[in-house]
């Protein structure tokens, strides 16, 4: 077995959600509540990049938050990224 990506989901009413790191709470144009969830760290091995897996990742963590009540979700990313 050969880990091909990665995602990362921070469930809601963390004591923080790593985009603070950057932003204010308080600044954020969005509620900070109990349906809010996070993405982060959507990640492919280099050599699987192309294919279907970030978006299979992305469409996977959709519906992990959708079935655990989830309504909202934030995620940051990098412009370094884009290639």
């Given at each position: 077995?050969?880990?091909?990506?990665?995602?990362?989901?921070?469930?809601p009413?963390?004591?923080?959600?790593?985009?603070?790191?950057?932003?204010?709470?308080?600044?954020?144009?969005?509620l900070?509540?109990?349906?809010?969830?996070?993405?982060?760290?959507?990640?492919?091995?280099?050599?699987?990049?192309?294919?279907?897996?970030?978006?299979?990742?992305?469409?996977?963590?959709?519906?992990?938050?959708?079935?655990?009540?989830?309504?909202?979700?934030?995620?940051?990313?990098?412009?370094?990224?884009?290639?």
């Amino acid at each position: 077995m050969e880990i091909v990506g990665f995602i990362s989901i921070t469930p809601p009413l963390q004591p923080f959600y790593s985009l603070e790191k950057y932003f204010d709470r308080n600044a954020l144009p969005f509620l900070v509540n109990d349906t809010l969830h996070e993405i982060r760290l959507l990640t492919v091995v280099e050599s699987h990049r192309g294919r279907d897996i970030a978006s299979l990742l992305l469409y996977a963590a959709f519906r992990w938050i959708e079935s655990r009540g989830g309504s909202h979700m934030v995620t940051l990313g990098s412009s370094e990224a884009l290639g």
